[in-house]
C-alpha cells in the first residue's frame, strides 16, 4: 500500500487569530476618502457639470471589439457540408466582408423569398384555373 503521509503537506501558516484580533475592515461601509484635488475642482466655479441636460438620458457603455462583433445570436449550429459548399461560403463572406452566418442567413432569406413568390405564382395560376370564382375548383364536368 503506498504511503499518503508524504503528499499532506503540514500547515506553514500557523492558527488563524482569533475573531477579536481579526481585521474589522469586513463590517467598514465601503465608502473611498475624497482626492483633495477633486474636492477642489469641485468646488471651483470653474468646474465642469458632470451631467448636462443633453447628455442626462445618454448611458455611457465601454466598446470594444467584442461588443463591436455582438450579433445576438447565441444558439450553435453545427452541420457537416461538403469541400466545395465550405469553399464557396467562406469565399462569398470573405469577398463581401460578412460572417459565415450572415451569409446563411441572406440564403435563407432569399429562399424564403423563392418559396412564397412561388407560391403566388401557383396560387394565381390555380385562380387562373378556376376563372376567378371563388369556390370553384378548377374542376369541369359532371360528377
Not at 41 to 64: G, H, K, M
Not at 73 to 96: G, M, Y
Not at 109 to 137: K, T
Amino acid at each position: 500500500m503506498a504511503d499518503l503521509s508524504k503528499l499532506k503537506r503540514p500547515n506553514s501558516l500557523g492558527a488563524p487569530p482569533p475573531l477579536e484580533e481579526a481585521s474589522r475592515n469586513v463590517k467598514a461601509p465601503e465608502i473611498a476618502p475624497i482626492v483633495p484635488a477633486f474636492q477642489a475642482a469641485l468646488s471651483s466655479s470653474e468646474a465642469l457639470p458632470l451631467q448636462t441636460p443633453e447628455t442626462a438620458n445618454l448611458v455611457y457603455s465601454r466598446l470594444d471589439g467584442r461588443s463591436l462583433r455582438k450579433s445576438g445570436r447565441t444558439l450553435q449550429l453545427a452541420t457537416r457540408v461538403s469541400a466545395e459548399f465550405d469553399n464557396k461560403l467562406r469565399h462569398i463572406a470573405q469577398r463581401d466582408g460578412l460572417k459565415l452566418v450572415e451569409v446563411l442567413e441572406l440564403g435563407l432569406n432569399a429562399y424564403e423569398a423563392i418559396r412564397e413568390r412561388r407560391a403566388g405564382e401557383l396560387s394565381g395560376q390555380s385562380r387562373a384555373m378556376d376563372g376567378g370564382i371563388p369556390g370553384n375548383s378548377g374542376i369541369s364536368g359532371n360528377v
